[in-house]
């Protein structure tokens, strides 16, 4: 009600005047502009609809980090217009969200850059992912990470940005530089470039290798058999992600499925083209993620 | 013939633009046509500011127009002042703003380590079990109350089974209704202690009071729960040899947690504030008991073990606060007279029991005179109050009805209220 009147006593202020007004009523009207304050000759116009701005998105905007879980919004994998995008989508049990640190590099604020030590304060199963997280503290802050596959509550784990001229030999959960590792161990966690967060190899009992390092950089191999090559800095936790026994899990029925948000595929048959079945192909070449200023460049 | 055609429109454009001298015009860039469905939002275009060069802006033109920079309005502020609408400064600009920040401990903290991290925070140290010469306190007949068990159960039952219309009552009802039965059962020995009369409960103060431990600054604010005042000091209750001894001790860290974590950062705070929650001349200022409830905050579910630290903090905090009222706020090395906070936490059904006795403000160092902490952890009054019996396997595991009354815990009860009364 009052929003009304407001936008009322607004958009009276600004009609377009009829013809019969003529130049007295013009100077009445600058009388009366002197009393009211005037907005300066420009106003920024202003929307006569109610706003057509959607919040189904707004829970994932929250940009403080939080330990607290985070309330979710289901989608059931429908888009912005309403249309089912992505099948088999839908119900299931209800989940929170909880924010977790893929940059396991995170300095405290205010705190020097140097490695530090965090203690494991409870292992947890985490229902957005396959596996499990931890909340570890260290200082004056609690942060969730990625479980590895032996973290136990009250485990200390040691996060470390610097690279030695000697392999590190590495306990489980500890995470360090792809550089100062020996070639060989078993990492999660990878980043991809320095500082970005990690984003391969989180799922649960998954675990790439370091295959070598050369020069500044090092090739990982990740659980698809895919080798990639990345910045010695990138970080990386060493070990398997938790939950091993996940690939084992059998759903046994169909509620189950459901109670994991899974929907039934449609039943209709489809005849399977080229994509199906069985394929045999040699391994994709060495994804290289290393931007080196190529040769193209400098003759030109 | 042409000019009556073409003299409305100029009158109009002319009419319009005089007619808004002065007023505010309108601005047409919304005035498009909008779509039925939202579309995703496109991130906006990065404003880029080069010193020296003005920037060309449709704003003049009052609608877009492309190749021109979207015009920047200055934001608005409301001439008068609205309370409901008041958006409060930034923390810098406060005038309370310093750069070192300050550790708060509130009613609502739920500190990661427990009692440890409080024991640390406050310099003390811990003996599991209350004094003896306390407890023995309750047991001579003449501090007992006539049939104090049968009162008790009954005071018990009232809160469990009789204290609603309802099946049961809530956690939160009872625990109140059962703290106040207590009291109220403590409070009949009046006519043999005349002591107690020179009491009196609490509720709703605010505390305040300010310690540095190292290099930070920690303050201990909030509002707690019963506070049982009395005009008299608590005695202390180990004696010199004993405060002397707790030099030795060592308090316990827990690397790589530090202990400030969970405590509320504040940079905007006042430094010094010292308030016991009463003002000067309030004529009980010694604080003798703290009754405090697990359930007391709707908002703040505590584990037993952050219970306890609240416990140790508040009760600290009450202390703190009236040792820098008699004795200054300068740090001591040791008090003349150690001031006695005794602290009670119930859930219902289990009994947290807590003396803490400060005998150093002086907390910057870790070595020194330590402060003491006396700490009795779940103690039963009663195993079970069932409305149903249990039945398994058609027997009656537990009966319906209050099972399993110990009368130690409210012994235990009673020689704290008795504190300093006999």
């Known amino acids: 009600m009052m929003a009304v009147s407001c936008l009322t006593r607004a958009l009276r202020s600004l009609t377009v005047s009829q013809p019969a007004l003529l130049s007295s009523q013009a100077v009445t009207q600058t009388k009366l502009g002197t009393l009211v304050p005037s907005t300066g000759g420009q106003c920024r116009g202003f929307l006569t609809t109610a706003s057509l701005d959607q919040n189904r998105t707004q829970w994932k905007k929250r940009e403080k980090y939080t330990v607290n879980p985070i309330g979710m919004k289901k989608t059931g994998g429908r888009d912005h217009t309403g249309k089912i995008r992505t099948h088999g989508i839908g119900g299931g049990h209800k989940q929170k969200y909880r924010m977790i640190d893929f940059q396991r590099l995170h300095y405290e ?24 997280i931890a909340l570890v503290a260290g200082g004056n802050r609690k942060r969730w990470i990625i479980a590895t596959e032996n973290m136990q509550t009250g485990d200390v784990i040691k996060t470390s940005g610097v690279i030695g001229r000697m392999a590190v030999s590495a306990n489980e959960g500890d995470a360090y530089p792809l550089g100062a590792l020996p070639v060989g161990t078993l990492v999660n966690n990878l980043e991809i470039q320095p500082g970005k967060g990690s984003e391969y190899i989180r799922a649960a009992g998954t675990s790439g290798v370091l295959l070598r390092k050369v020069n500044g950089t090092a090739i990982v191999q990740l659980p698809s058999k895919q080798q990639v090559q990345v910045l010695e800095t990138c970080m990386v936790t060493v070990g398997r992600v938790s939950n091993i026994d996940h690939n084992k899990q059998i759903i046994g029925k169909a509620g189950r499925n459901r109670w994991l948000g899974i929907r039934p595929s449609s039943g209709l048959w489809q005849r399977k083209g080229g994509w199906a079945g069985r394929k045999i192909k040699p391994l994709p070449p060495m994804k290289n993620y290393v931007n080196l200023p190529s040769i193209s460049n400098k003759t030109t | 013939m042409a000019t009556p055609l073409f003299s409305p429109t100029v009158l109009l454009k002319d009419l319009g633009r005089m007619s808004t001298h002065g007023q505010a015009r309108r601005h047409f860039a919304v005035s498009r046509s909008l779509p039925a469905k939202a579309l995703p939002a496109r991130r906006p275009r990065e404003r880029v500011e080069i010193p020296g ?43 309370l703003y310093k750069g070192k920040p300050c550790y708060v401990y509130n009613q609502r903290t739920s500190a990661l380590e427990g009692v440890p991290q409080a024991l640390w925070l406050t310099k003390a140290k811990l003996i599991s079990g209350l004094p003896p010469h306390l407890l023995s306190l309750a047991e001579s007949p003449a501090n007992q109350i006539p049939d104090q068990d049968e009162r008790v159960q009954n005071a018990i039952k009232h809160a469990r089974f009789w204290d609603t219309t309802e099946e049961r009552p809530c956690k939160e009802k009872y625990s109140n209704t059962l ?19 020179r009491r009196i409960l609490a509720e709703k103060y605010s505390l305040a009071a300010t310690w540095k431990r190292g290099e930070d600054l920690f303050q201990v604010r909030g509002q707690n729960g019963l506070l049982y005042n009395c005009m008299d000091p608590l005695p202390e209750v180990s004696g010199k040899q004993e405060v002397g001894d707790t030099a030795h001790h060592v308090l316990e860290t827990f690397y790589p947690v530090s202990p400030s974590i969970d405590l509320q950062k504040v940079h905007v705070y006042e430094e010094e504030v010292n308030c016991s929650g009463f003002r000067e001349g309030y004529p009980y200022p010694h604080a003798h ?31 703190l606060a009236r040792a820098h009222s008699l004795y200054g706020t300068q740090p001591q090395h040791v008090l003349d007279r150690p001031i006695t906070v005794q602290a009670v936490g119930t859930n219902g059904r289990l009994f947290q029991f807590l003396v803490f006795q400060l005998n150093t403000t002086d907390l910057s160092g870790d070595d020194g005179i330590k402060n003491q902490v006396w700490l009795d952890e779940d103690v039963e009054l009663y195993d079970f109050a069932k409305l149903r019996p249990l039945i398994k396997k058609k027997q009656v595991k537990v009966p319906a009805g209050l099972e ?3 009368p130690e815990t409210f012994r235990k009860f009673l020689s704290l209220y008795l504190h300093g009364a006999v």
Not at chain 1, 114 to 132: G, I, L, N, W
Not at chain 2, 292 to 316: I, S, T, W, Y
Request: hydrophobic share 35%; proline share 8%.
């Open chain 2, 53 to 95: 060069l003005e920037m060309v802006t449709y704003g003049d033109r009052m609608h877009y127009v492309p190749g021109l920079a979207k015009p920047v309005y200055p934001q608005w502020e409301r001439d008068y002042k609205d309370p409901g609408h008041y958006k409060a400064p930034p923390a810098h600009h406060m005038l």
């Open chain 2, 404 to 406: 399993g009354y110990k």
């Open chain 1, 109 to 132: 604020a205010d705190k020097e850059t140097k490695p530090f030590e965090e203690k494991v304060v409870d292992v947890r199963y985490d229902p957005c992912r396959s596996a499990d």
């Open chain 2, 179 to 197: 703290l106040s039965n207590l009291l109220h059962l403590c409070a009949t020995l009046q006519s043999r202690h005349t002591v107690i009369g």
């Open chain 2, 289 to 319: 008991t703290l009754y405090f409830q697990e359930d007391g905050d709707v908002n703040c579910k505590l584990h037993p073990k952050q219970f306890r630290a609240k416990m140790v903090m508040f009760a600290f905090g009450n202390a």
